[in-house]
């Protein structure tokens, strides 16, 4: 050989070694088997017969690589998966060996026919176009196009998962159940005294104040316990009138002008009943405390001369209170007479209180926009005081029992509302409700499912995209488009 023949077939050598390592590389193949899988070229190359290929090829066969189950130029010297979860073909030293990939469509046909496997009807576009393919493809950005089965393309809506796919997305689901919808309607309150349960305490006449009992503003009292002495000179002659006409021998019924004027005047009763006793006017009269409960307001002071009608003392029964909250107006609709409510003292803690919506007064606030309801609690330990600052919960709701998801299942758009039904065996179908009420992490379904329907409530949103994405595929694209 020349030299210029040796130069040119070392040259030719190193280029094929550089390219065949590049090649191998780029499939992940280890060094012996690129060994063999030169050596069963250039065998071929050189005319030497090779084992023909056999399907059921003996199991002492060593495998020499892995390749992909569509065909496609894709290799490993260790089994991997596909990522759809396919494993990859082993081929064995006694298979026919080729640089050359197979053909897409003879190894797609293949794997669509093989037992127990759904067939392959065709490849959608995976970005939803209106462009399908016979064969594997990908299109100009890469992404490998999505085989169609059989049976798919009945419901183009409906989405059918693996398992190995169920698992990694983490769907979960939970059936339909039947009851009642419960939304609590939480706002801020206070606490007031019961506006029927406050008394005061004064004189129909003018009159000079004598004694005023030892009691203070915010002072307990009982009733009955005395609070002030008074003289009134109207009330002296009325009571002289009456002891005459008892002395002069009337009887009690032709002395009741007299005794009708000592009740309109206030005189209490213990008063009129010694001048009927003694025949004899008191010098003072004493007031006595009307009812249990705390002084809010003293006014009467040792001396002093007392108009008609002014206020002396004015008291109140905290044995019962009121808790006074502003529900806003677009809450307003879920609140009821008899709602349930529970209330929380702030500087009580740890004290729950349990009434009922009372009333709901007919005005709305202009500035807030609120609207004032009244809730009655029972004190017998004197715990709530007035003024404190309390948390309101109102358990609204309707009382009859009705369709009710998670409220994590239903996928809102804005202007329909979405759940994803669990069909079984993998298969999940879109479903379009209608929602009522909403409680607590809780929705009210009013149509479009039925009791005891499996929901998806987690990773809805990821098949509600696919579904929507072989929903959109399937209206775009024309029957006689798809092979």
Do not use: C
């Amino acid at each position: 050989m020349s030299r210029l023949g040796s130069f040119v077939a070392i040259a030719v050598l190193a280029a094929g070694a550089g390219a065949g390592g590049y090649w191998a590389g780029q499939r992940d193949l280890s060094v012996p088997a690129v060994v063999q899988i030169i050596s069963a070229n250039i065998v071929s190359a050189l005319g030497a017969e090779q084992t023909p290929t056999v399907v059921g090829s003996s199991a002492s066969d060593p495998v020499i690589y892995y390749r992909h189950p569509d065909g496609e130029p894709v290799y490993s010297s260790t089994l991997k998966q596909t990522p759809d979860g396919r494993d990859f073909v082993a081929v064995l030293a006694s298979e026919d060996v080729s640089f050359e990939a197979r053909p897409k469509d003879e190894a797609k046909g293949a794997e669509a026919t093989a037992p127990g496997e759904r067939k392959i009807l065709y490849y959608r576009n995976p970005m939803g176009l209106p462009d399908t393919s016979p064969t594997p493809k990908k299109d100009s950005m890469g992404m490998a196009y999505i085989p169609v089965f059989e049976g798919e393309t009945k419901d183009g809506a409906t989405v059918k998962l693996s398992t190995g796919k169920l698992q990694r997305t983490g769907v979960k689901t939970v059936p339909a159940t039947r009851g009642a919808i419960v939304r609590p309607v939480r706002i801020p309150g206070t606490v007031t005294f019961d506006e029927r349960r406050v008394s005061v305490v004064s004189i129909r006449t003018e009159a000079f104040l004598e004694k005023v009992a030892d009691i203070t503003t915010g002072e307990t009292i009982k009733k009955g316990r005395p609070l002030v002495s008074f003289y009134a000179k109207e009330i002296a002659a009325a009571g002289a009138l009456y002891a005459a006409d008892l002395r002069s021998g009337s009887s009690k019924a032709t002395a009741s002008g007299s005794l009708q004027r000592l009740t309109n005047l206030g005189v209490p009763a213990e008063a009129i009943v010694e001048i009927e006793k003694t025949r004899k006017v008191p010098i003072s009269v004493t007031l006595v405390a009307p009812r249990n409960g705390v002084v809010l307001e003293r006014r009467a002071v040792d001396g002093m001369m007392a108009e008609a009608g002014e206020t002396l003392f004015r008291i109140a029964d905290a044995s019962t209170v009121w808790v006074m909250a502003d529900v806003p107006e677009y809450e307003l609709s879920s609140v009821r007479v008899g709602d349930k409510a529970t209330v929380r003292i702030r500087s009580l803690s740890g004290k729950v209180f349990e009434g009922k919506v009372g009333l709901i007064y007919p005005e709305i606030q202009g500035q807030t926009r609120t609207a004032r309801i009244r809730i009655e609690l029972a004190n017998p330990n004197g715990l709530l005081l007035a003024n404190m600052y309390a948390d309101v919960e109102i358990a609204t709701g309707g009382n009859d029992p009705a369709v009710t998801v998670p409220d994590s299942a239903v996928i809102d758009t804005g202007d329909r509302q979405v759940v994803i039904v669990d069909k079984g065996e993998g298969s999940f179908e879109p479903r379009d409700v209608k929602v009522g009420m909403r409680g607590e992490d809780m929705a009210e379904i009013t149509q479009g499912i039925t009791e005891g329907e499996k929901v998806v409530v987690s990773a809805n949103f990821l098949i509600d995209a696919e579904s929507n994405l072989k929903a959109a595929l399937s209206a775009l694209t024309p029957a006689e488009a798809q092979p």
